[in-house]
């Protein structure tokens, strides 16, 4: 399988073997890697995890089959007639995350990564060391101040030093990087390195294969972009190969507290705009400086995404009628839908929805 990694910046070609977390022009890595085209008797029907679409993923070898802990294959429910749920936090650390840390831990022990270091407001941390757990590797997770103590004692529990950094995320995130320069440290960073993304995308692929479609609408939260990054090149996937005739109507969710893409995109911007960020419940997303903002940036434009910005006093309220229906999740996600309820406020009904529940509710209960 021919993958490398190819510098976004200026484009400089490096094989995926490197432990470099960036080009030495500090570009980040995309991959050159063209998947065969989609085809529902590729995928593995005798896997229960996300690793039944590895013909679609540059995987090096079996390592996979020691890393995965069944994460993925998570339901989608009905919530109302235009609302679907995919419950996402159905996952071995109860958040969506697992999807990336999965693919990369395999990725990561195919080339021999012993020790490694990230930083995370919770869930990547989180699902990060309990993947180097499963396998073996030193991890050292770093966390910015006002992380859940529920995700900090998880992280712990597998086995990963945690360091709690004062200040905001994207503090955390420099100090965090200051570290991976000292020798034999590998960045395992669901921003920095795409084989994260090469897990998320596999949210698309589920749905494709559980509806047999794509919904009409797909709202996604969009912090680092995580998943926003791995839907749309599920999505792309899925169009090259004639899966689906054309794009579903992607709405992004900021948090109104810090929202870089959505004034970027009302101003005309091709880089994330530099915004005031106050305190949100909505910590999953609150990145005031994303890394690949350019990259998502090019997106918004190109598939004319909406961004819709989250209330702050609509995700308790959010949250509250979610768990009535047994839905509980983090205030996070109860944001996915506060944001959705949003946007029907300022576009009408919008049927065939589909939201996703990215982390359980226990994670957030401080």
Known sequence: ??????????????????????????????????????????VDQNQWNIFRYRAFMPLADDTWKSVTMGEGLTPIINFDEDLMLKMDYFMPTLSFKDRGAAV??????????????????????????????????ACDIFVPEGTSPGKIDMIRAHGAEVHIIPGS?????????????KPGRYYANHVYNPFFYEGTKTYIYEIYEQLGRIPQHIFVPLGNGTLFLGVILGLEHLLTSGAIKAMPKIIAIQSAHCAPFAAAKEKGLHE???VEIKPTLAEGIAIGKPMRGAEILEKIYQYDIDIVEIPEEMILPARAALAKKGIYCEHTTSGNYAAYLKYCQLHGKTPDSLVTMCGAGLKSDH
């Open 272 to 274: 994330p705009a530099q």
């Open 1 to 42: 399988m021919d993958v490398q990694y190819i510098c976004s910046n200026c484009g400089k070609v490096q094989p995926v073997t490197t432990h470099a977390p960036k080009c030495n022009c500090d570009g980040l890595w995309k991959l050159q890697f063209a998947p065969p085209a989609f085809d529902l008797q590729l």
């Open 104 to 137: 990369l831990a395999a990725h990561m022990g195919a080339i021999g990564v012993k020790s490694v270091v990230q930083d995370s407001s919770g869930n990547a941390g989180n699902s990060v060391a309990a993947y180097c757990g499963r396998i073996g590797m």
């Open 169 to 181: 995320r994207d503090h955390c995130a420099d100090v965090c990087r200051a570290e991976v320069t």
